[in-house]
Nanobody
């Protein structure tokens, strides 16, 4: 059983920063990709960022490119999402997820097998 726990969400003014963390525990079958997604009220869950096991490959949604940075510390089983220059449109519940498939990092929600419970990020104008 793989467990993921997000932390670091909160309330911030536009232009501010937050750093989300996602700690994983349990046994995964292989070196896994980690993704960040978000879901605003009434909206579909959408891709934000992804990082490969080694950290050498990252991808970002266009809406966060240049503002968000994903990183990971495999020794600590933790993935991070540094969010800078936050905007009200970034308000959502943010989720981390594990993809155990063999292959390149994916941005597709349904290809992730394990999910955290989410952490709320609220950006005020």
């Amino acid at each position: 059983q793989v467990q993921l726990v997000e932390s670091g969400g909160g309330l911030v003014q536009a232009g501010g920063s937050l750093r989300l963390s996602c700690a994983t525990s349990g046994r995964t079958s292989r070196r896994y990709t980690m993704g960040w997604f978000r879901q605003a009220p009434g909206a579909e869950r959408e891709f934000v960022a992804v990082i490969s096991w080694s950290g050498s490959t990252t991808r970002y949604a266009g809406s966060v490119q240049g503002r968000f940075t994903v990183s990971r510390d495999n020794a600590r089983n933790t993935v991070y999402l540094q969010m800078n220059s936050l905007k009200p449109d970034d308000t959502a519940v943010y989720y981390c997820a594990v993809d155990e498939r063999f292959g390149p990092p994916t941005t597709i929600v349904n290809e992730y097998e394990h999910w955290g419970q989410g952490t709320q990020v609220t950006v005020t104008s």
